[in-house]
């Protein structure tokens, strides 16, 4: 599978970096689009520069290259997520506006009609969050919170991001194991 992730200066950049770990661990051909605001929130989130994904991205983008493959439908990605997904960018995707190289990619697989998750993370919504996700999702947009489970029992942080992602790879059709509900 070829995947594009892009990371925007939402909190939860740990759910990026372990997406993009696990699904390279799998066999995915990932790449990589941070915004301005998503790579300062990486280094400070995580302690480390956003181009450690360098070893695991097979490109990573900034979202000023408004000519990278990803602003192009010939661009032969399979899925997109945008993880984390700041509301400025859930408003963007909503309302058809491509002004950086994420929000033309988002606009490009929802008009190839290609998968696009929105890994949206605000607490709490307020209306207008909700009539863009509602907006988003009637374009063809999937809003997949960042919203842990517990039914597993979760000992760490790492578990519960594990988690989460390991399910968004599997809903990919990715081949990852993650517990099951009743498992």
Known sequence: MRLLVAITGASGSIYGKK?????????AEVEVIFSSAGEKVYAHELGEPPQ???SLAKAIYRADDLFA???????????????????????AVA???????????????????RPLYLVV???PFNRIHLENMLRASEAG????????A?????????EMVAFFVRRLLARLGLPVHHPRWGN
Not at 19 to 27: C, R
Not at 150 to 158: C, D, I, M, Q
């Open 69 to 91: 493959p990803p602003a192009s439908g010939s661009a032969p990605y399979e899925a997109m997520v945008i993880c984390p997904c700041t509301m400025g960018t859930l408003a």
């Open 141 to 148: 947009a999937i809003i997949y919170p960042a919203m842990p």
């Open 121 to 123: 993370r605000e607490t």
């Open 19 to 27: 997406l993009v770990e696990n699904a390279t661990e799998v066999g």
């Open 52 to 54: 450690n994904l360098a």
């Open 95 to 113: 309302q058809g506006l491509a002004s950086n190289l994420i929000h033309r990619a988002a606009d490009v697989f929802l008009k190839e009609g």
């Open 150 to 158: 517990f039914y597993y029992r979760p000992e760490t942080l790492e």
